[in-house]
């Protein structure tokens, strides 16, 4: 009796083991397949992205002739430089960094401003003026881009530049501004009180203190400020129809596929182009968006 309760013992051990052996194996399995699931998915997903690449690196012939792939035969990287000159794709490509540059700073700088004071002062009729500046959130586009393209032309900005940039800044304007009075009011009162017993004003507070401090929320928003007045089509389309040297890179595709009968070869190079930019400025934007977030997520 003494020798069997061991044994017992030992055969439950060892059929717990195999129990655990065999859960162990059939996770594996389960996380293998959907491994397996996630990266064919994910390869559809940037198909269409590779694709593009390789085809911006293929002749004109085999941009038909070798259909799907996106591995070219022969790779011709001089389409890259007869887009830029040929398409005047450099003239489209510094008219978008001019505006999506000073849309981004102007943004981020009244934005900002305008997100500390109403955050951090009371003034009478506060509750008022933020439900009408919500209100515009929900306005289409559409609506308001007749009134807007009057009074454009009323100030003689149309076929600039600086229409496109002002109508970027101002549309905006709210969501950022929104943004920036939720982050400023999450700041301990602490910081403001001490900064005012060591002799600060109102506007050094802000340069001084809050605007630093806010530096995960600028990379962020100016990440997505910088994609959204980058890709923009509607509002350089409208406000410089009337003068084709100050199209934007997205205008420019647009323009280029009915002006060249669609030479797709320099089209996708063009394409890849104008995508160099997004991506360089996502990475090195990168670490402060992910601390935004966690910020955001642990508060």
Not at 85 to 96: D, L, P, R, V
Not at 98 to 115: D, E, N, P, Q
Not at 246 to 273: D, E, H, K
Request: proline fraction near 4%; include cysteine.
């Amino acid at each position: 009796m003494a020798t069997s309760i061991p044994q017992t013992t030992a055969r439950e051990i060892e059929r717990r083991r195999k129990q655990v052996n065999n859960f162990k194996q059939r996770k594996n399995a389960r996380r293998l397949l959907l491994h397996a699931i996630l990266l064919v998915c994910g390869f559809f997903w940037v198909y269409p992205f590779l694709w593009a690449l390789g085809s911006s690196l293929k002749s004109e012939v085999g941009f038909f002739s070798e259909g799907l792939s996106f591995i070219p035969k022969e790779f011709q990287w001089q389409n890259y430089a007869d887009a830029w000159t040929q398409a005047t794709f450099g003239q489209y490509f510094f008219n978008t960094v001019i505006i999506t540059v000073l849309t981004v700073a102007f943004t981020l700088t009244f934005t900002s401003m305008a997100g500390f004071v109403l955050a951090r002062t009371n003034f009478p009729g506060k509750k008022w003026l933020v439900a009408l500046i919500a209100i515009t959130l929900f306005l289409p586009h559409g609506y308001t881009i007749v009134p807007v393209f009057d009074l454009i032309q009323r100030l003689g900005l149309l076929d600039t530049l600086w229409s496109v940039i002002v109508v970027e800044t101002a549309g905006n304007m709210v969501f950022s501004t929104f943004l920036f009075m939720g982050y400023f009011a999450t700041i301990d009162r602490e910081l403001e009180d001490a900064a005012r017993v060591d002799g600060a004003n109102f506007h050094q507070l802000f340069w001084q203190v809050m605007f630093p401090l806010a530096r995960p929320m600028l990379a962020t928003l100016g990440l997505f400020t910088f994609i959204n007045s980058w890709n923009n089509f509607l509002i350089p389309l409208v406000f410089t129809l009337g003068n084709s040297d100050l199209r934007t890179l997205p205008v420019g595709l647009y323009a280029f596929i009915a002006q060249t009968s669609t030479n797709w070869v320099l089209l996708c190079a063009a394409s890849m182009i104008s995508l160099v930019p997004t991506i360089l400025v996502f990475v090195f934007t990168q670490r402060h968006v992910i601390n935004a977030f966690a910020g955001a997520v642990k508060g």
